[in-house]
Every structure is written in C-alpha cells, then in structure tokens.
C-alpha cells in the first residue's frame, strides 16, 4: 500500500511572511536557516522546509514577491497618469514612510534595506530583484518629473537626472532614519521640505 508521506503542519502563505519579516529585519546572511525555522514554527524539520521550499535562497526570493505584491505596492503611484505628477510623487514618499513606520512588521523598506546588506556582493543573484525594484522606483520618479516638464508644470531647464536623484536618495534615506530610531513627524516634516525642490523648479 502507498504512503501518502505526513501532511504539512503549517501555513505555507503565513510561514511566508514570517520569513519575509525575518529577512526584512536582519537580512540575508544574517538569517539561518534554524530562524527561519522557529519562525515558522509548528515543529517543522530540515526536510519538511527544503521540501516545501527549496531552499534558504528560494525561500528569500519568494519572500521578496511577497513584499513586492504587498508592502512595496506603496510606489506603483508612481506610474499612474490619472494623477498630476507632483501628486503621485508626493503620495508615494508619504505612503511609503507611512508603511516604513508600520507597527505590524519590521521598520524601513525591504527594498531600501537591500543595498545595505555588507554581503551584497556575494548574494548578487539574489539581490538582483531588490535592485531592479529600486531602478522601477527610480524610474517612476523620473517619468513624474518628465511629465511635469511637458505639462508645462516644471521649467524646461529643470535637471531631471538631479531631481530624480533627490527624491530617489530620500525615500531610500528614510529606511536608515526609521532605524535609528527618528520619529515620525521628523520624517513627514522632511517629507515636506523635499518636495519644495518640485515647486522651486517651476
């Protein structure tokens, strides 16, 4: 008679997010595999994760969908033309530092914190989602600023490499200031101030 092998003992979306805060808190190579799985939880073995799983490294992959269908979702304004340019700028730097304070996960931005990883280069694979999510973003503020240009709301001399560069420094800034324990209004403070640069060029 065939085995039919023992049933999962968990979740799997919420073991998930479980690893997605994880890695989000402490990174790649700072997460083991033995905190993945007392995050998980529910006993799970080696064999039961690499069976469910893969491995450590899938796992981080999914984990980085995760956030990108949910928590990064924050910048996919950046892309809407329903909205005048300097609205969608301004709602994705406020939706994102909202979310970067968020109580129910760890602070900052997956993304953001990405780059800052001290082990990086060894994890370039890995990493290349991260970054591609941060060039989308970087992408997003630049098509904001072009369109302001053309609709007339910005100088035609405007330099939109640099206020590109300003507002995408900022935004990827504030995961290091959430992190160091700067509270909220500080950054919704600076918030302001960043986009006064929008209407200094117009």
């Known amino acids: 008679m065939m085995r039919t092998g ?5 979740d799997r979306d919420d073991a998930v997010r479980q690893a997605m805060h994880l890695f989000w808190e402490q990174g790649y190579e700072a997460t083991s595999l ?29 984990t980085i969908s995760c956030y990108m269908n949910s928590h990064g979702r924050v910048n996919d ?9 300097r609205q969608a700028i301004e709602t994705a730097l406020r939706q994102s530092v909202k979310m970067q ?3 129910d996960h760890p602070k900052g931005c997956m993304v953001a914190l990405g780059v800052m990883s001290a082990c990086a280069t ?15 973003t970087r992408n997003g503020f630049k098509r904001c ?12 001399e405007t330099d939109i490499n640099a206020l590109t560069a300003l507002f995408d420094s900022f935004l990827l800034g504030v995961s290091t200031l959430v992190r160091d324990g700067v509270n909220f ?14 209407d200094y060029a117009a």
């Open 6 to 10: 023992r049933p999962r003992q968990f």
């Open 34 to 62: 033995a905190q993945l799985k007392a995050a998980i939880g529910r006993g799970i073995t080696a064999p039961s994760f690499y069976a469910a799983f893969g491995s450590k490294a899938a796992l981080f992959l999914e």
């Open 77 to 85: 304004v950046l892309w809407d033309d329903a909205l005048p340019p």
């Open 101 to 103: 304070f968020g109580s």
């Open 122 to 136: 060894l994890h370039q694979p890995l990493l290349q989602p991260l970054q591609d999510a941060r060039r989308r």
């Open 145 to 156: 600023i072009e369109r302001g240009v053309q609709r007339g709301e910005l100088s035609p």
């Open 185 to 198: 209004a500080a950054v919704d403070g600076a918030t302001s101030a960043i986009l006064k640069h929008w």
